[in-house]
């Protein structure tokens, strides 16, 4: 479920405030993960590996392990449901696709917003303080009941209660990308990649804030990257201007240009992304 270190490059529909805001405070805002736009998704997923315990008799032959082994297994994710209440678990969503139109309409402002690209690696790296996992989502059920299968085998080669396990810190990252990277088939076209960002609760964690959201309380995470990992900025089909605007122009030369910034080295050096605009027809 990892993606490879490398210098790809994914993609942030958003709109333009947003994106205004977030290049000023060079801080990318990781949102709750149970409180995704699909609502259901975590208890999904870990209810998926729980549902397993259904199907004992076919597993125990075909992942080789014993009934006592299965038995444990199913007990160590009924553990690990639990011991993640303890932790927030952040998510920061990006696309594989620079010019989609189901992504224009949901998350840019109906196509008057803005989508840009950064490099994932370097992003990963800016995670180095949190416990972070990079995974591309996963939409078909029959990899998703692959996935399953094999953590199920994983939870059963441990005892959860002796904590310094390297198999039980193995299934625990891979528990976390399972549950935050399984999703709804019906998202499919997002073909989206996430950053995972897991913090334990106790003591409470100063990067952690809270916002009111329609009187709804949700936490959120906040990541500082350096400018310079924005590669390319795309502007939606009904923007209402062009990457020739002046004004435009002007703008991004004043966000990505912050000479408080540049003099005491968290720029380190003067950037202008590339501007591209949408090639979808839609008004």
Same mark, same amino acid.
């Given at each position: 479920?990892?993606?490879?270190?490398?210098?790809?490059?994914? /993609?942030?529909?958003?709109? =333009?405030?947003?994106?205004?805001?977030?290049?000023?405070?060079?801080?990318?805002?990781?949102?709750?993960?149970? &409180?995704?736009?699909?609502?259901?998704?975590?208890?999904?997923?870990?209810?998926?590996?729980?549902?397993?315990?259904?199907? #004992?008799?076919?597993?125990?032959?075909?992942?080789? $392990?014993?009934?006592?082994?299965?038995?444990?297994?199913?007990? +160590? $994710?009924?553990?690990?449901?639990?011991?993640?209440?303890?932790?927030?678990?952040?998510?920061?969503?990006?696309?594989?696709?620079?010019?989609?139109?189901?992504?224009?309409?949901?998350?840019?402002?109906?196509?008057?917003?803005?989508?840009?690209?950064? +490099?994932?690696?370097? =992003?990963?790296?800016?995670?180095?303080?949190? /416990?972070?996992? &990079?995974?591309?989502?996963?939409? !078909?059920?029959?990899?998703?009941?692959?996935?399953?299968?094999?953590? =199920?085998?994983? &939870?059963?080669?441990?005892?959860?209660?002796?904590?310094?396990?390297?198999?039980? *810190?193995?299934?625990?990252?891979?528990? $976390?990308?399972?549950?935050?990277?399984?999703? +709804?088939?019906?998202? !499919?076209?997002?073909?989206?990649?996430? @950053?995972?960002?897991? $913090?334990?609760?106790?003591?409470?964690?100063?990067?952690? !804030?809270?916002?009111?959201?329609?009187?709804?309380?949700?936490?959120? @995470?906040?990541?500082?990257?350096?400018?310079?990992?924005?590669?390319?900025?795309? @502007?939606?089909?009904?923007?209402?201007?062009?990457?020739?605007?002046?004004?435009?122009?002007?703008?991004?030369?004043?966000?990505?240009?912050?000479?408080?910034?540049?003099?005491?080295?968290?720029?380190?050096?003067? /950037?202008?992304?590339?501007? =591209? *605009?949408? #090639?979808?027809?839609?008004?």
């Amino acid at each position: 479920m990892d993606t490879e270190e490398s210098n790809e490059l994914v /993609y942030h529909y958003t709109s =333009l405030d947003a994106f205004i805001s977030i290049v000023n405070s060079r801080t990318f805002r990781f949102g709750d993960a149970r &409180a995704m736009n699909d609502y259901t998704e975590i208890e999904h997923n870990i209810n998926l590996l729980l549902g397993l315990e259904k199907q #004992k008799i076919e597993l125990i032959k075909k992942l080789s $392990i014993s009934n006592d082994e299965f038995d444990n297994a199913i007990k +160590n $994710i009924r553990t690990f449901k639990k011991h993640i209440e303890n932790y927030y678990i952040h998510i920061m969503s990006f696309s594989k696709n620079p010019d989609a139109l189901s992504q224009w309409r949901g998350y840019a402002d109906n196509g008057t917003g803005i989508c840009f690209s950064v +490099n994932l690696s370097a =992003l990963r790296h800016c995670l180095n303080s949190t /416990y972070r996992i &990079a995974g591309n989502c996963v939409y !078909k059920q029959e990899e998703l009941n692959t996935e399953a299968q094999n953590l =199920l085998k994983l &939870a059963s080669t441990f005892d959860s209660d002796k904590f310094e396990s390297e198999a039980r *810190s193995n299934f625990l990252y891979s528990f $976390i990308g399972f549950i935050t990277t399984g999703k +709804n088939q019906a998202f !499919k076209d997002e073909d989206e990649v996430r @950053l995972v960002s897991f $913090i334990e609760k106790l003591p409470p964690p100063q990067n952690v !804030k809270f916002i009111n959201s329609n009187n709804i309380i949700k936490s959120f @995470l906040g990541v500082s990257f350096p400018i310079n990992i924005i590669d390319t900025v795309i @502007l939606g089909p009904c923007c209402k201007f062009t990457t020739e605007d002046p004004v435009f122009n002007d703008m991004l030369d004043n966000l990505f240009f912050n000479k408080k910034l540049y003099e005491s080295g968290v720029d380190t050096n003067p /950037y202008k992304p590339k501007v =591209l *605009s949408s #090639k979808a027809t839609f008004r």
